[in-house]
């Protein structure tokens, strides 16, 4: 039984985006949020899985889609949560986080279809990671990894490499941490939610424009 994974967050106002804020408004940051949101469950929705889950930190509104199963997140870090998610799935499964919009169910499809691989992975622009499957899920390939570092996908990546796992590659995406990320992923996918309401916060604004903004964390929730 092949599973669909996505770890979410509560889109509410001050918990998060919060390195949005400036330029965005705690208010426009939450907003940022769910329209990625919603075009990450849309996209999800559509990928062949016998079950799609939504493991969420909170409670679920009108952005969530028919045909997800809703289960809330464990307590502890990151790395906790994220290998809870893998260790309730009885068969292959592919986790995703909240904060990519641009991704598109062909994007999403190999790494369901196992194609021969024992693990799928999704680097991170910022060093993280966005996407990670698994063929026979095992808790500990994640439990430990530190989270939210530059180094994040590297540990990740290497945990894989070290259980002698056959890894193949998703590509390199950005994921939405800052207003110059936002600023790109939004081009990046014009037909999104997202870009469709970055367009409306940002125009005449100036908050669109190009930035020197750092990198931010790899898969969040």
């Known amino acids: ?30 907003s940022l949020a769910e329209a990625a949101l919603a075009d990450t469950l849309t996209a999800a929705a559509r990928i062949p899985a016998d079950r799609h889950v939504l493991v969420l930190d909170g409670e679920p509104g009108p952005w969530l889609p028919p045909g997800f199963v809703v289960v809330p997140q464990v307590r502890g870090g990151l790395d906790v949560r994220l290998a809870a998610a893998f260790a309730a799935c009885a068969g292959p499964a592919l986790l995703i986080g909240m904060d990519t919009p641009q991704i598109t169910p062909e994007l999403l499809a190999p790494a369901l279809r196992g194609d021969g691989h024992d693990a799928w992975f999704g680097p991170a622009a910022d060093g993280g990671f966005w996407a990670l499957g698994l063929t026979a899920p095992d808790p500990a390939l994640l439990l430990g990894v530190p989270m939210s570092r530059p180094d994040t996908g590297a540990v990740q990546y290497a945990r894989l490499r070290a ?46 424009a190009p930035s020197a903004a750092g990198p931010g964390p790899g898969v969040s929730a």
């Open 163 to 208: 259980a002698g796992l056959r890894i193949g590659a998703l590509p390199v995406l950005r994921d939405v941490d800052t207003a110059d990320d936002a600023r790109r992923v939004a081009a990046e996918a014009p037909g999104t939610r997202f870009a469709r309401l970055h367009t409306e916060l940002t125009a005449g604004t100036g908050v669109g």
């Open 1 to 30: 039984m092949t599973t669909l994974l996505v770890i979410a967050k509560q889109p509410l106002p001050g918990r998060v985006k919060t390195r949005l804020t400036p330029p965005f408004s705690p208010a426009e940051a939450a």
